[in-house]
């Protein structure tokens, strides 16, 4: 909250409010905890002046916690103040004739305010005296000594004995103070309209008008003012006097001992603006500043009705914004309940469906939400189609991104759920195979079922020299890398020599491709040993047997032990800048 008038700015200050609370019920809050009257309140909520009294605070848009309220403070209507004004006097003019009715003679000077230590003290809901200092007390006693001490019989000043006609009307008056009838003092009080000072109303004691009826008008002058004078010295502060109001009822003057247990006494002073304010009140009354932490209300302290209404508030307050709270933070334990079960759907979810229109990168189709799929690795959206065509005409075990543009390549793989989900069964059966036999080809030890069209193959030790194939069944030779039932090694080798000798097929086939391999047109691999030849385009090729990446000008791997990348080994092409070989395209 922010409270403002047309000379200063205090802010921000905290305030618990409830959505629900209407602006009556603000205000009166406000006046409750601050001290500011209604009729000077204008509220800005949610940039919009609230001139609707009975609208809650969620129609103005607070409704969340820091919302910012904007309180400005207006002067009271001039005509109230007239209004108070023409009352003061005409009580004044009543009072006047009263008193000019039955009293002869001018009447005595009325103070203007009660005194300077008198003050209306909110708490209490009454007038109190305060003792500010020594030397103020001092001089307020004296005055009040000099103006309300009684004058005794005997000394009495000649100023009273002039206005009587001889010697014998004094002594008649002096014995009629005995005897004399009740005078009774009315006290009216005087409204007099506060002032606005800064942000707040400062609350002035009211002016009392002393309206004096004689029952016995016949009475001398002398023994009228005797009757004063002694009236004034009930009427003195510090006496505990009652009396009686027109309507009838008793107003009783408080003392400076009734204020050793009060507000004056117990209560806290503000450190800015010095204020006294009430030992409960969690901040100042008039300039909002926060109590010292390290007052403690006191013991003996008792809150009065106001107050005790005002805590009720508070706590009623407290309690309804604790209970927000709690339903706020229940609500959001919800809220991320049902995103942790989203997102274990989404897990649980083989292909993750588009949320938005794209436009297919491979194929540039146009898609609306849900037909498309997107990768889990790379977030990049393709159509159904694209994706199950990459799969099943793919060649490695790794099925990477199809997305290509001018400036970059993914290198993201798709997921074996995202595999099994997009093509039929039979394409991920190819697919698997595909996995099993580059397997099978980077390992070293791998020996492969010389059966034929068998898909059987292991991995083998050095102290093993057979192998029976799982899939057909039959026995291939370790030593002999071939499938010789009924005959031991040495047998099958001289079987192989002779075949050699005598098959004209098998040795002119042999003889073609060691020309080749001399001629440069084919080589060995350098893994398999299979014999490799190239017909035309750029210096890169791979075998198909083991899947090795060769350079075709140093006739060697193209990459180091490590594989793709590892310039460790290879042919080292464009390290340093330098080509593998004078006669490298400079393509791979």
Same mark, same amino acid.
């Given at each position: ?303 009065? &009705?106001?107050?005790? @209404?005002?805590?009720? %508030?508070?706590?009623? *307050? !407290? =309690? ?6 709690? /339903? ?5 334990? &919800?809220?991320?309940? @049902?995103?942790?079960? %989203?997102?274990?759907? *989404? !897990? =649980? ?6 949320? /938005? ?17 997107? *990768? ?213």
């Amino acid at each position: 909250m922010y409270v403002e008038d047309k000379v200063s700015h205090q802010g921000p200050i905290s305030l618990q409010v409830i959505p629900t609370m209407t602006v009556a019920q603000l205000k009166e809050k406000v006046e409750e905890e601050f001290e500011i009257p209604v009729r000077v309140q204008r509220w800005i909520l949610g940039k919009l002046l609230a001139s609707d009294d009975s609208k809650m605070l969620q129609d103005h848009n607070v409704n969340s916690n820091g919302c910012p309220m904007f309180l400005y403070l207006v002067a009271p209507d001039g005509e109230q103040e007239g209004d108070s004004m023409g009352t003061a006097e005409s009580v004044k003019k009543h009072n006047a004739c009263e008193v000019t009715a039955h009293v002869p003679g001018p009447a005595a000077p009325q103070p203007e305010h009660p005194g300077g230590g008198w003050y209306y003290n909110n708490e209490e809901d009454r007038y109190s005296f305060c003792e500010d200092t020594e030397s103020e007390m001092t001089d307020d006693d004296d005055d009040d000594s000099r103006e309300t001490s009684p004058v005794k019989e005997g000394n009495r000043p000649d100023e009273s004995r002039k206005d009587t006609k001889d010697d014998d009307d004094n002594e008649k008056g002096d014995d009629a103070i005995v005897g004399a009838a009740a005078v009774v003092i009315h006290e009216r009080p005087v409204v007099v309209q506060a002032p606005f000072i800064g942000r707040s109303f400062v609350k002035q004691a009211p002016q009392f008008q002393k309206t004096v009826v004689d029952q016995q008008p016949n009475r001398s002058s002398s023994s009228r003012a005797s009757q004063l004078l002694s009236l004034e010295e009930t009427m003195k502060p510090g006496t505990d006097q009652t009396f009686q109001s027109p309507k009838g009822t008793p107003i009783r003057r408080a003392t400076i001992t009734d204020q050793k247990a009060g507000t004056l006494q117990l209560g806290w002073k503000c450190p800015l603006c010095t204020l006294v304010n009430s030992p409960t009140r969690p901040g100042c009354a008039a300039c909002t500043t926060e109590r010292p932490l390290r007052y403690v209300v006191p013991v003996e302290y008792r809150a009065n &009705e106001q107050e005790l @209404q005002r805590m009720k %508030q508070e706590q009623l *307050l !407290d =309690n309804e914004l604790q209970q927000i709270t709690a /339903e706020q933070r229940l609500q959001e334990l &919800e809220k991320q309940h @049902q995103h942790y079960l %989203q997102l274990v759907d *989404l !897990d =649980n979810t083989d292909l993750v469906p588009n949320m /938005e229109p794209f436009e297919c990168s491979v194929c540039i189709v146009q898609y609306e939400a849900g037909e498309g799929v997107v *990768l889990r690795e790379c977030l990049h959206v393709f159509c159904r189609a694209c994706l199950a065509s990459t799969v099943q005409f793919n060649e490695e075990a790794e099925v990477k991104c199809p997305y290509r543009d001018a400036d970059y390549a993914c290198n993201s793989v798709l997921q074996e759920r995202e595999i099994k989900a997009l093509v039929p069964a039979d394409v991920y059966e190819q697919h698997l195979a595909k996995s099993v036999a580059q397997a099978e080809n980077k390992i070293g030890n791998a020996f492969h079922c010389k059966t034929p069209d068998c898909r059987g193959w292991c991995i083998f030790e050095d102290n093993v020299n057979e192998f029976r194939c799982p899939v057909c069944r039959r026995t291939n030779c370790l030593t002999c890398q071939a499938v010789h039932d009924g005959m031991n090694c040495k047998q099958y080798q001289e079987q192989v020599k002779q075949e050699s000798e005598t098959n004209a097929e098998a040795r002119r086939t042999k003889e073609m491709l060691e020309e080749m391999v001399e001629r440069g047109e084919a080589m060995n691999c350098p893994t398999c040993q299979v014999i490799l030849m190239k017909k035309w385009g750029c210096d890169w090729l791979r075998c198909s047997m083991c899947k090795t990446e060769i350079c075709w000008v140093t006739r060697g791997p193209r990459w180091g032990p490590g594989g793709k990348g590892d310039t460790t080994g290879g042919c080292q092409c464009g390290v340093n800048g330098v080509k593998c070989h004078p006669r490298c395209n400079y393509c791979h």
